[in-house]
């Protein structure tokens, strides 16, 4: 069977520990997470977890019936599954000497990213976006030098 | 209730002042919890962080606590008496490494989805990830093996918590929940008021079967010409015998239990086909290799049962019925996915299903398998063969006792010769497979049935794994009937070594085991030995007759291997069948 790229959503009670039993559960079943996020949803006393995870369609199926199998766990949606919007943010500081300043300013202008913080040598961006767009940022960031890198995983939300 | 009970109140009586509202304290309400849960005896061991909930229980007479010697033994016993009556059995411990050393006997439940209810005390709130003296992260421990578990940081929680604990631990897929309950949250008091209603969003088991599902089913039995149904713990779990007992007599359809759906349906019944899987019977195997129809009811298709799961049931259609939607596809493709009580689903189908004349000749063909490929061995007349032990126990109950086992070749001359016909009757560690469970998980089988025999039948390892139980056997006057089957060996891994590693045995000869007749009668427990059958005979015979606990050591050949056998790797039925043959 194919291996793709799910997203899945998860609602879950905002307890302590609950992070490390859905982490825990992806950890020993051998399921792969290839980033996650989680904050606050629209209910009060639930968070959303975000998981974009790797594997089949039998994978797939586990991975939902064993999340419904945690006490603390609402709802699973795969998001993946139908139209969805999905957007991560990353903060790249790239070094940036006088002269190629103005260079990484269009880069940053054509992605719509947006420069935040100015060093003496160096710039802060930030670009959100799908994380193709995002890997294509850092590529051309790269040639100047990154410092450092930070990026939050993919949120996304089911259009419509 | 122990000697020391003073009066007996009626149920009423006693509910009526635990039922009364009162500021009282985190220990007390825990009590109180657990008595209108319907606790009536419970396993345990003090230490430091528990101090507050013994103290609650000096002079407690409205439950009766058992003083195992370990940790372990009190989980198994808990684990036991829980599997014997089909009520959530709850065990206590302390912080640290009173807690850990639950880890096996909570994981042991887990695996064979047995309702129990963990209490371990923790340092106080203020202490909690310090490295405080006897702490450990139970809760972070456990996660793995509970079906949930609670950190109970605010003393106003903990009636909720303990009535969701039961719930949880009841219903559904059943397993074990742990409560951790910090030293501070135990002294702190409370207005306790009972709860008596649950609200768990995030929980709730789906019970009754989807109806299209089930038109699939009696379809799919109406135009099968070789169907099989496989039975596991499930069916014994939710009660489901006689339903069962009554779409095997509608369908006519042959039935195989797994090890722990043993006891689930009457072994002497023409179309029970014995045990499937590793050291199933030939007949069992066999049938679900050709079998054109696959009915699971309840079981999970374990490794021990599917073998090569690639080769296995090649040409069934398969029918999964589950009340865990995870169990379901997990391990092997099914075409009818059925999520429900299998009691509910049986009770359902028995409306609708009917015998089928095409299954005739597949019939025909398991009696024949039956009656020319039983279980077998070499028997002897001057050594004494383990196998023997166990038709002798059977015979002499007329496999009426409850019977515990611990881990390897006597569970499954067990399963193999003891002809079980009763639910709850076989208690065995059959997913984690944990040695030192036989003997404690018989004490807490008793204490649920103080009138029925018990018979704990352990090896010579396993016996020296929670030995130290006797001591509760002597005091309390439990009269288990302890059978070690000791053949001074590993039995099991020497097999392994014998068949599959070349006769190089590593490390199992148990050499330097104590005098078991001498330990028993240390702790105070009448001791026997016996080497030949003459000798095994009067020496059960006289264990029976004993009203308390007994030790018989039956001391037998160990070069005696568990045939039929699939070695990992085959389909099951590729079967090296040894004895059997």
């Known amino acids: 069977m194919m291996t793709t790229r799910h997203t899945i959503s998860v609602l879950v009670n905002d307890q302590p520990g609950v992070l490390q039993r859905v982490s825990g559960l992806f950890g020993r079943r051998g399921f792969n997470i290839e980033s996650i996020t989680v904050g606050q949803s629209e209910e009060q ?13 039998n994978t797939l199926e586990q991975i939902e019936k064993q999340l419904y199998k945690l006490i603390d766990v609402i709802k699973v949606v795969n998001l993946s599954s139908k139209p969805m919007v999905a957007r991560e943010l990353a903060l790249i500081k790239v070094n940036a000497g006088a002269s190629e300043r103005p260079e990484i300013m269009g880069v940053v202008e054509t992605f719509r990213a947006s420069v935040v913080d100015i060093g003496s040598n160096s710039l802060m961006v930030q670009v959100i976006g799908d994380t193709e767009k995002i890997d294509a940022m850092i590529e051309l960031m790269k040639p100047y030098g990154i410092r450092e890198l930070s990026r939050t995983g993919a949120t996304a939300m089911i259009r419509g | 209730m122990n000697a020391q009970t003073p009066e007996v109140r009626s149920t009423e009586q006693l509910r009526e002042k635990w039922m009364k509202p009162e500021v009282i304290t985190g220990s007390e309400i825990l009590l109180r919890s657990l008595l209108l849960e319907g606790v009536e005896c419970v396993f345990g061991y003090p230490g430091g962080a528990v101090l507050y909930i013994y103290d609650a229980m000096y002079g407690f007479e409205d439950f009766q606590h058992v003083l195992t010697r370990h940790e372990q033994g009190a989980i198994h016993a808990a684990d036991g008496y829980a599997r014997a009556s089909g009520k959530v059995g709850v065990c206590i411990a302390t912080s640290g490494p009173g807690a850990t050393n639950l880890v096996t006997g909570i994981a042991t439940a887990y695996m064979d989805s047995v309702p129990l209810v963990v209490i371990t005390g923790n340092v106080a709130t203020s202490l909690i990830g310090t490295d405080a003296f ?77 109806k299209l599902q089930l038109d699939k089913v009696v379809q799919a039995i109406a135009e099968a010409e070789r169907p099989v149904i496989l039975a596991g713990g499930g069916v014994v779990y939710s009660g489901a015998h006689e339903a069962l007992y009554e779409f095997v007599k509608r369908t006519e359809i042959p039935i195989t239990t797994t090890l722990l759906g043993l006891g689930g349906f009457p072994s002497g019944h023409d179309l029970w086909m014995g045990m499937p899987g590793m050291h199933g019977t030939y007949t069992a195997n066999h049938a679900i290799q050709q079998a054109d129809l696959l009915i699971n009811l309840g079981a999970r298709f374990d490794d021990r049962v599917t073998g090569k799961i690639d080769g296995f049931a090649p040409r069934a259609k398969v029918v999964h019925i589950d009340i865990d939607p995870a169990e379901i596809g997990k391990n092997v493709n099914t075409d009818i996915p ?91 560690s059959g997913g984690l497979g944990t040695m030192g469970f036989g003997f404690p998980s018989a004490i ?66 148990l050499a330097g085991s104590p005098d078991f007749v001498k330990l028993a009668e240390a702790y105070g427990v009448k001791g026997l030995r016996a080497t030949t059958k003459e000798e095994a005979r009067d020496a059960w015979q006289e264990a029976l007759n004993t009203p308390g606990p007994v030790v018989v050591e039956f001391v037998v050949d160990k070069d005696a291997n568990v045939y039929p056998m699939v070695t990992q790797g085959s389909t099951i039925d590729q079967m090296v069948m040894g004895d059997c043959e």
């Not at chain 2, 029925?452 to 006797?470: F, H, W």
Request: neutral net charge; contains cysteine; proline residues 5%.
């Open chain 1, 45 to 57: 006393g639930l968070s959303r977890m975000i998981i974009v995870t790797l594997g089949d369609d």
């Open chain 2, 134 to 210: 006897q702490e450990a992260d139970i809760t972070g421990i456990t996660m793995p093996i509970t079906k949930h578990s609670y950190l109970v940081r605010d003393v106003k929680d903990l009636p909720r918590i303990i009535h969701e604990a039961f719930h949880i631990a009841s219903t559904g897929r059943k397993g074990p929940v742990l409560i951790d309950i910090p030293k501070d949250v135990s002294a702190e008091k409370s207005l306790f008021e009972p709860v008596k209603s649950v609200n768990i969003r995030g929980y709730n088991p789906t019970v009754v079967p989807n």
């Open chain 2, 338 to 428: 059925i999520v429900g009580d299998v009691k509910v689903v049986l009770e359902l189908l028995n409306q609708e299903v009917k015998r089928s004349d095409k299954a005739d000749a597949w019939r025909s063909q398991i009696m024949k398998w039956k009656a020319e490929k039983p279980y077998k061995y070499m028997d002897s007349d001057d050594k004494l063969k383990p196998q023997w032990v166990i038709e002798l126990l059977n015979k002499t109950t007329n496999g009426e006792a409850i019977v515990t086992t611990d881990v390897g070749q006597h569970q499954m001359w067990v399963a193999q010769y003891y002809k079980f016909n009763q639910p709850r009757s076989l208690i065995t």
């Open chain 2, 444 to 509: 807490g089988a008793q204490k649920a049935f103080p009138d029925r025999l018990v018979i704990s039948v352990n090896g010579d390892g396993g016996m020296q794994m929670c030995a130290q139980e006797l001591a509760i056997c002597a005091i309390n006057n439990i009269p288990v009937k302890i059978v070690i089957i000791n053949n001074q060996v590993l039995g099991m891994v020497r097999q392994w070594q014998e068949l599959i590693y070349d006769n190089r045995y590593s490390h199992i000869d």
